[in-house]
């Protein structure tokens, strides 16, 4: 008797499709099956579909995974693969995660119309961002660039590049060497200046809880070292706020049995910006990025909170 494929739930952007194909191909490895064993279903979410609006207007990081989520808890699908960046800390219940992949580069790139660096634009030039955390970071280095939204998966970002709408934009290099694009990135930009948004470069596999089949099937793939710094981002991320309505960065990094994290917030201006560095074991994960949050809110104050409230204000579209 043919057992019933299992069901691996996705968007349907580019990325998306390359990130659901590494998890087949993983798990046939590990589990010496062929590709007819699993069905990629494709679902489009929110995310996908308000393209004219920032994502920190419409409702921040829910919106690329909620109908998947649904999805995933109505049993329509057995496991769900997202970009773990886009995950909400605290996830709907009856769901988990059950799997990381090793995570990849971590960086962001600059990808330019004319020219190949930031350093590069002329005074005053347009570059394209959705994410208030490069928006954030790029005003620190460029006050003078004139910063607007640009939203759209990958592919549609890159058409609007070349179209002429901006003159450059950021990108987590992690998603071109995905799509096996990374010759599109100009400048390779560095942790120490671009200090990536939690969860970047690291795939997930969300199933339900108690679905011990599937727990069984994506434990062979889990890499531990992702899902030791994730949780620790992820902790710090949680403490804070959660939202995509915030400059939020953070990297935790597994060195031996060392965790090292460094964690940042930032006014949307990034005229302010708060950093703290922590390192500790492993298994004090969770507790090492929400320790890390305390101290920074502490230390930041209520004003500069005042300035994540009006950060859902003052957009324009590009
Ligand atoms: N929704 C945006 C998103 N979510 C995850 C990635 C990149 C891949 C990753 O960080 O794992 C991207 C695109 C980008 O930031 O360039």
Not at 61 to 86: C, P
Not at 180 to 190: F, G, K, R, V
Not at 233 to 254: K, M, N, Q, Y
Not at 257 to 281: C, K, Q, V
């Amino acid at each position: 008797m043919m057992t019933p494929p299992i069901r691996i739930g996705t968007r349907g952007s580019r990325l998306a499709l390359a990130q659901a194909s590494e998890v087949r191909a993983r798990l046939m490895a590990a589990h010496g099956l062929s590709e007819e064993a699993f069905a990629i279903e494709v679902i489009s979410t929110s995310g996908d579909r308000i393209l004219d609006r920032p994502l920190s207007e419409v409702g921040g990081k829910g919106l690329f995974t909620k109908e998947i989520e649904e999805a995933l808890f109505e049993g329509r699908i057995d496991l769900a693969v997202h970009s773990s960046k886009d995950m909400a800390t605290i996830l709907p219940e009856g769901l988990e995660i059950s799997a990381f992949l090793p995570r990849e580069d971590v960086r962001d790139v600059f990808i330019g119309r004319d020219v190949s660096s930031i350093a590069d634009l002329p005074r005053g030039a347009r570059v394209g961002s959705a994410s208030l955390r490069r928006q954030a970071l790029l005003r620190r280095i460029r006050p003078d660039l004139d910063l607007v939204i640009l939203r759209g998966n990958v592919q549609t970002r890159l058409a609007k590049l070349r179209a002429g709408e901006v003159e450059g934009t950021l990108l987590a290099f992690a998603g071109l060497k995905r799509m096996a694009m990374e010759e599109t990135a100009s400048q390779i930009l560095p942790v120490e200046d671009f200090l990536p948004a939690p969860g970047q470069g690291a795939i997930c596999i969300e199933s339900r809880v108690g679905d011990e089949r599937v727990r069984a099937l994506v434990a062979s793939i889990d890499h531990r070292e992702t899902g030791v710094a994730l949780s620790c981002e992820r902790a710090f991320l949680g403490e804070l706020d959660g939202s995509c309505r915030t400059p939020i960065a953070a990297l935790a990094r597994l060195e031996g049995n060392r965790l090292r994290f460094r964690g940042m917030i930032l006014t949307p201006d990034g005229a302010s910006a708060y950093e703290r560095t922590a390192e500790g074991a492993a298994e004090d994960a969770q507790a090492l990025g929400r320790e890390a949050a305390r101290a920074l809110l502490a230390e930041a104050g209520p004003a500069f909170f005042e300035s994540w409230g009006e950060a859902r204000t003052g957009w324009r579209a590009s």
